[in-house]
């Protein structure tokens, strides 16, 4: 195998890409949050050698089903393809809700207003979920960082990476009722604006 190659399997209940890296985990997170956002409902499992959890976290969190090892069996890659999926159909509408005017799917990893998907990157979406589950509350900046890039000290951005990507969500959010507020010396949180009344 290559490194980062993608290689397809077909699986009972549908398709399914293998991400190959023998590189570690920085190439391979790159590809998964692309493919994630082209083929959301593609099952999508890195083949690597690499152990490291924090890489690992990583790159599940950027949109990865399963991370397994390259001497994995093909009939046990093939097993654990068909429970993932039959996981995700049995979810079925559990992973969409509906938040002011934005229907969000948590497993697609998309954002739709009006029937029109927005255009927004997959660390974009895990800053909005982080943001969503805290109910209105203020969501800590180092909250909103490990949520998004994990809690392994080393790899995690500054405050000022994390306010380039809250700049990111605020405008691709600014046509709707969903606002991100700056809460000074804690973090952020989300608020819904009131619909605008219906005139007759």
């Known amino acids: 195998m290559t490194p980062a190659s993608l290689e397809r399997a077909e699986v009972a209940c549908g398709p399914a890409l293998l991400v190959v890296t023998n590189d570690g985990m920085a190439p391979a997170e790159r590809l998964v949050t692309q493919l994630a956002a082209r083929w959301p409902t593609t ?3 890195v083949v690597s050698a690499e152990q ?9 969190r950027a949109g990865a089903d399963d991370w397994i090892s390259p001497e994995t069996p093909t009939e046990l ?3 654990r393809l068909d429970a993932i999926r039959r996981r995700v159909e049995q979810e079925g509408q559990e992973t969409r809700m509906v938040l002011g005017d934005l229907t969000i799917d948590r497993r697609r990893r998309r954002i739709c207003r009006d029937d029109v998907t927005l255009a927004i990157t997959g660390r974009e979406f895990v800053l ?4 969503i589950s805290g109910g ?12 998004a890039w994990g809690n392994d000290e080393a790899e ?24 991100i507020l700056t809460v000074r010396g804690v973090g952020y949180r989300l608020v819904v604006r009131p619909a605008p009344p219906i005139t007759p």
């Open 156 to 179: 995690l951005p500054s405050e000022n990476a994390l306010e380039v990507y809250i700049s990111y969500l605020r405008r691709k959010l600014a046509a709707g009722r969903i606002e």
């Open 43 to 45: 099952v999508l499992i």
């Open 77 to 79: 890659v093939r097993a």
């Open 136 to 147: 209105g509350a203020p969501v800590r900046r180092s909250d909103l960082l490990e949520w």
């Open 52 to 60: 490291d959890h924090a890489l690992i976290t990583r790159s599940l």
């Open 128 to 131: 909005l979920e982080a943001l």
